[in-house]
Nanobody, 124 residues
Framework: QVQLVESGGGLVQPGGSLRLSCAASGRTFGTYAVGWFRQAPGKEREFVAAITWSGGVTTHADSVKGRFRISRDNAKNTVYLQMNSLKAEDTAVYYC?????????????????WGQGTQVTVSS
């Protein structure tokens, strides 16, 4: 069974950058599609980005396109979310999620394995 652990969150000023990591256990992680979601206080969990098992195809939410980039290193069993030009509205708990499906989903129900989340706070 694949398990996920996020790291890399923290406090950053507007315009700054952070790189989140999603480390996975399990020999089959390289065959899973992975997504990043986020949830701000009082709001629904929303899609941020996703990547296929090979890393060959990615998709990003319009709100982060051009600022965030998802990538993966299957040799390290890790998926990354590089976040640049951060804004206050990016403040949220960020979750990574995985699915054995080869389809890149944007819905919570498309993923069946979730990490515990890492807090990202963008504030001056």
């Amino acid at each position: 069974q694949v398990q996920l652990v996020e790291s890399g969150g923290g406090l950053v000023q507007p315009g700054g950058s952070l790189r989140l990591s999603c480390a996975a256990s399990g020999r089959t992680f390289g065959t899973y599609a992975v997504g990043w979601f986020r949830q701000a206080p009082g709001k629904e969990r929303e899609f941020v980005a996703a990547i296929t098992w090979s890393g060959g195809v990615t998709t990003h939410a319009d709100s982060v396109k051009g600022r965030f980039r998802i990538s993966r290193d299957n040799a390290k069993n890790t998926v990354y979310l590089q976040m640049n030009s951060l804004k206050a509205e990016d403040t949220a708990v960020y979750y990574c999620a995985a699915t054995p499906s080869r389809r890149l989903g944007r819905l919570r129900d498309d993923y069946n394995i979730w990490g515990q989340g890492t807090q990202v706070t963008v504030s001056s």
